[in-house]
């Protein structure tokens, strides 16, 4: 299987990472062929380019598109592609096998040469930053490249970003970045201006629902039923199709705009979201919380136990990592209760759609008496007015409004249409 098999429906991106991978393993080769005849280390042969530049390898790429859509799969795909070490590639074999110890290794996040960053706290800082930094000033360690994807690019802070545009200007040979944010707005100018820009879409649902069955071995129907509930997320998909309780959490989610008809519904709502978005923060701080805490405890030299007393001048690294933990813990119930409201835009998308009679498959067609329950009682024109509380108040999230207040309103509005 090659690595872009599970880049769902990005036919377009695909073919330009899979020359611009040819293209850097001509670049590899050809420095392996000229060390070997006395050339200096380190000096690159300038890359081919076909007419249209596509194949041309560059140093860092903007992988961007909607959530879902798979921009972190697909710089991961690459990253295996660049080490790809199999033998056909002397037979003119496309690198990105799959197969071979530099693919797997790329892609399960074990190659000395390729450094997966992924964040679950609200943004990347300078320190983090700069370690990132000065290893991209390193040679591969074994590999072809050295290859660092940043799938959270768009949670740099000012400053980080000003740090990471030093390495992008500068690049070490054989480095490569690879960013990915929603849109290209979410990155600094400086930095995507100098990064190959790459724009993914949302992969179809039958698509989506495809890469369900074959490869997490979902039944049809259930991976149909998630694919179409997700309208193309990949990983929201595969999540509802193998999770019980996300199921639940979603049921119940679906079920609100029936309960808005007084205020005290609108709040007793509100509340209950809130509630659920922090439950899931909770599962999340009792699966690692405990586990790093332990970790840290036991790196210190603490004495066994929890209560075990800490040597002394240790209790600021343990206080940096409660920090880190109550910052991870505010994202995990920012992220649920975002993905709570994405699933209440798409119960008003389909009520919408029946209003307007769109010959359009309804994404929540298991609760198809409730959507036809709201589409009756109400205009499309309050419909628009209801997606738009919704929108406001992911808006109202993003700028740190408290979530409580934020998600009353948005009730309130939902019961005003």
């Known amino acids: 299987?090659?690595?872009?098999?599970?880049?769902?429906?990005?036919?377009?991106?695909?073919?330009?990472?899979?020359?611009?991978?040819?293209?850097?393993?001509?670049?590899?080769?050809?420095?392996?062929?000229?060390?070997?005849?006395?050339?200096?280390?380190?000096?690159?042969?300038?890359?081919?380019?076909d007419r249209s530049g596509a194949s041309q390898m560059t140093h860092a790429w903007l992988f961007t598109g909607p959530p879902?859509?798979?921009?972190?799969?697909?710089?991961?795909?690459?990253?295996?592609?660049?080490?790809?070490?199999?033998?056909?590639?002397?037979?003119?074999?496309?690198?990105?096998?799959g197969f071979c110890d530099g693919c797997h290794t790329s892609l399960v996040g074990t190659h000395a040469d390729v450094e997966i960053v992924r964040t679950d706290l609200l943004s990347i800082g300078v320190k983090e930053t700069r370690d990132l930094v000065r290893r991209s000033s390193l040679s591969p360690a074994g590999g072809r490249w050295q290859v660092i994807v940043l799938e959270d690019a768009d949670r740099l802070t000012e400053g980080a970003g000003n740090v990471l545009l030093k390495a992008v200007e500068e690049p070490a040979p054989r480095t490569v970045w690879l960013l990915c944010a929603p849109s290209v707005e979410d990155v600094l100018p400086t930095i995507r201006s100098r990064c190959r820009h790459l724009s993914l879409r949302t992969p179809p649902v039958s698509a989506v629902a495809d890469v369900l069955v074959r490869r997490d071995g979902i039944e049809p129907a259930a991976a149909d039923r998630a694919a179409r509930a997700t309208q193309g997320h990949i990983g929201r998909a595969r999540r509802l199709a193998t999770d019980e309780r996300a199921r639940a959490r979603r049921a119940a989610v679906l079920t609100l705009p029936l309960r808005v008809d007084d205020i005290g519904g609108c709040l007793k709502a509100a509340q209950e979201l809130i509630d659920a978005a922090g439950e899931d923060a909770k599962q999340v701080a009792e699966d690692v919380d405990t586990k790093e805490t332990e970790e840290l405890r036991a790196a210190l030299g603490a004495a066994a136990g929890t209560g075990g007393r800490l040597p002394r001048g240790t209790a600021g690294a343990m206080k940096e990592l409660q920090d880190k933990q109550k910052r991870r813990s505010t994202r995990t119930q920012r992220d649920s209760l975002d993905l709570a409201l994405v699933d209440l835009t798409g119960f008003y998308r389909d009520v919408l759609a029946l209003q307007m009679g769109a010959s359009v498959p309804l994404a929540n067609d298991e609760v198809r008496d409730s959507i036809h329950r709201i589409a009756t009682a109400s205009s499309p024109e309050r419909t628009l007015r209801r997606i738009e509380a919704v929108i406001a108040c992911r808006e109202a999230l993003d700028r740190n409004v408290a979530p409580l207040l934020a998600v009353e309103a948005m009730t309130a509005a939902l019961r005003a249409g």
């Open 1 to 49: 299987m090659a690595v872009w098999d599970d880049v769902v429906g990005q036919d377009r991106v695909t073919a330009q990472l899979a020359a611009a991978a040819r293209d850097a393993d001509a670049l590899v080769t050809a420095e392996h062929a000229g060390a070997g005849a006395g050339a200096r280390p380190g000096e690159q042969p300038e890359p081919s380019a």
């Open 68 to 97: 879902g859509s798979g921009r972190s799969t697909a710089a991961r795909a690459f990253a295996a592609a660049l080490q790809c070490v199999s033998p056909d590639r002397a037979l003119g074999g496309a690198p990105g096998c």
